[in-house]
């Protein structure tokens, strides 16, 4: 936790000093620019990121730290040229106009391909601060964090500001699912090559073409004008440009690839009475006897007392009286092996009938905004409030074995206009960092207590909360119109530099007749997403799997198992995201950027780099129509092949997902497990699907320190070679500093050729006379009616393995 007044660097925050006879200063990395508009600042960040800094009464701002963590860069080599109605500034890979009077930017990559060009005089007035671009007539623009209501916002006009919505409420649910943010990201990314981030805490409007087709403006309700300009080319290296600003997601332990489970505990709201100790331990019992597996498990809100000064809305952190013995609970829970345990937080303080917290936060002082309606709110920017929090408040339950909270309501409540807060920020801009501040307290806290990788469940977030992973979407309506909508907001959280997200498998509140199939699609849609979760409001079901029928349950467990028996592709996938924010979830236009059937394709995903996930999102679908971009594409369940650019339609018979594998694909299995680490993984079946020379990487760690941040980890390269009847498949040894458990081979390939010999490391295999036979001993097995080949390999992971089958 930092003070809003503690940065980085107070570099040039006086008044700018030119030279006598110049218009510019070149400092290191800054570029000082004197124009009639104002002073303006150029940090060049890298050869293809730079900042942009406006102002109009001579003085810069210091430099915030919650929302942008990193300032300081490697030289940048650049050069200026001035001429008389602009300066030219050069890096390796861009060319900067930077027009003098009115000072605009005209941006091009180094042949001189102008791509970026501001058009307004004006920057600032009365209630804003903004800028004008040209918008091109084939372009199109992604990402603003949390957003259900489209992909593509070419055309639309967005405000984003942490919020449930500005529109009507819908029948179900409380928040207007096409406008809310609950987490909203002022940055976005066109498919022109470059991204801009706007760097401020303020709420933004990016009017994109909504009321002249020839521009589009972003602009900010406050503060100054400093925004970021990312060059790609592809959205890759602007997600990872945007996030080496504002923080990369740090590695979850490796059992939260599991299922993350919540309940609450037998009463839901207006039914509070019926909660109890027992259910919690009962409900894992039952998961296990079930063998549904999962690995974490949160008590949601009833677990403690509703007081009268906020009700269901403020903490009290004491128990209801329901819960007799809240140690035994949570001892019994992990004695079911289950691997956490959390409680459901707000952060606003109630009193209840033994610790009157809101009293004590009050007289010391720990409370955001003394005398206003929200003065629970516990003072989040403030390191001394948060002991007192984690000391007075959290430590009464972490005592007991609470291991991780729920953090919410982190900024949907309504600060005081006007109101002047921690270090003389307005309400205006501390409201959408809020809960930036909220979520690190409790994840820096416990990560510090349980000795290992920090987790926090959280619901609201701004740019910077994919540093406190995981976030999900929050509670929306149990109705078949807001299935794909959740989608959509995954796969627009994942292009705002925000993977670990998640949702409530079947949606949150349902107020009307229970809907099996609804339920059944969208357990499908939830084991694939990056983080697994099930809970539901509904009394008294909770959207537990064997409430809704046999069919169902079977579902269930099937997609269940399935995630389990790709956490080490899933895993090494959450590698990928922390070191280069490349989502686990990932739209189509993100690996096709050149076709426009893709801008807005919410109905399919892609899983990692080799699954598309394609969910049935319409009701009582017979059938359903599926883009395969460019390549080859087997079905997952039948192995049927697929060229890409075309449109077809499917059968979609309910127990079945359509997932789709790129050609190329080589995926990592274990064997299933009720919960991750239930048991060695001694063989790792490699699923692959050849097509030319293709490769994956498979990480590994301990999954539970902090060694991978020293480089204590390890990778297992995998590649495949398929040339005329004859494939090639190597597994290496493992390289790095961890020295993972030792991994036989089992290898199942589809090829269309029938193999008469199969060699590992120059010596033959013994032809097996079936799958089953695959299964127990060396050997291989060809299906004639899949065009499947399955081997299981003599050697492991101690040393190079080559398979050649001609």
Known sequence: ???????????????????????????????????????????????????????????????????????????????????????????????????????RLVV?????????????????????????????????????????????????????????????????????????????????????????????????????????????????????????????????????????LTGKAPMLPRFAMGLHLGTYSGGTWKNEQMTSDKYPPALCKRMREEGIPFDLLWLDSTWRIFNQTYGNGGCTFEWRETFKDPKAMFDSCYAQNVQMVGLHIRSIL??????????????????????????????????????????????????????????????????????????????????????????????????????????????EGYAGIQRYPYIWAGDWGTEWQWFEPVIRAGLNMGMSGVGNWTHCMGGFEQYSAYDTELYTRWVQFGMFSPIAMLFGMDHPRYHEPWTYGEEAMKNFIKYDNLRYSLIPYIYTNAYRLHESARPMMTPLVMDYPQDENTYNLSRQYMFGPWMMICPVTTKNALSQWVYFPGGRWFDYETGERYEGRQYKSFLTPLDVLPIYIKAGAIIPMQPVMQW???????????????????????????????????????FTRFTSSLGNDKWVFRAAKPEGKYKPEQ??????????????QVTENGKSLKALASQTDVDNQPGWYYSQEKKRLFVRLVGDNSKDVELVVK
């Open 1 to 103: 936790m930092r003070k809003l007044s503690i940065f980085l660097s107070l570099m040039f925050c006086a008044l700018l000093v030119f030279a006598a006879d110049g218009t510019y200063k070149q400092s290191g990395n800054a570029l000082l620019l004197k124009s009639d508009g104002g002073d303006v600042r150029l940090d060049f960040c890298t050869s293809d990121m730079f900042r942009v800094r406006l102002v109009h009464n001579g003085k810069m701002g210091t430099d915030e730290r919650w929302i942008v963590r990193k300032y300081d860069f490697a030289p940048v080599f650049y050069q200026v040229s001035e001429e008389a109605d602009k300066w030219v500034i050069t890096t390796d890979v861009l060319q900067i106009q930077a027009l003098k009077n009115p000072f």
């Open 108 to 244: 091009s990559d180094k042949d001189g391909n102008v791509f970026y060009t501001e058009t307004e005089a004006s920057r600032f007035f009365e209630d804003s601060v903004r800028t004008t671009v040209v918008m091109q007539g084939d372009e199109h623009f992604f990402g603003f964090g949390e957003r259900m209501d489209f992909m593509d916002q070419r055309g639309h006009k967005v405000y984003l500001n942490v919020e449930l919505g500005r529109g009507p409420r819908p029948a179900v649910g409380g928040k207007d699912i096409l406008r809310a943010n609950y987490c909203p990201v002022p940055f976005m990314m066109s498919n022109k090559g470059y991204g801009i981030f706007f760097h401020t805490a303020y709420p933004t409007e990016w009017n994109m073409g909504w009321d002249n087709t020839k521009q589009y403006s972003f602009k900010a309700f406050g503060g100054d004008l400093d925004y970021y300009f990312i060059y790609g080319p592809d959205f890759y290296t602007m997600i990872d440009r945007y996030t080496d």
């Open 350 to 459: 109630d009193n209840g009938p033994e610790y009157k917290l809101l009293d004590q936060a009050r007289e010391a002082g720990n409370v955001l905004y003394p005398g206003a309606r929200t003065e629970g709110l516990v003072n989040f920017f403030s390191p001394d409030a948060v002991d007192w929090w984690w000391k007075n408040g959290v430590m009464k339950v972490a005592d007991l074995g609470c291991k991780f909270v729920k953090t919410d309501v982190g900024g949907t409540m309504s600060l005081k206009e006007g109101m002047v807060g921690t270090d003389g920020m307005e309400s205006a801009a501390l409201h959408n960092i809020f809960p930036l501040a909220y979520a690190e307290a409790p994840f820096l806290k416990f990560q510090e207590l349980n000795k290992m990788r920090g987790l926090t469940h959280t619901r």
């Open 676 to 714: 991750v680490g239930e048991k060695p993984v001694d063989v790792l079946t490699l699923d692959v699907y050849p097509e030319g020379e293709s490769s994956f990487e498979m990480y590994e760690d301990d999954g539970l320190s902090h060694d991978y941040e020293k480089g204590v980890y390890a």
């Open 743 to 756: 991994h036989g081979y089992k290898v199942q390939a589809y090829l269309d050729f029938v193999p008469s």
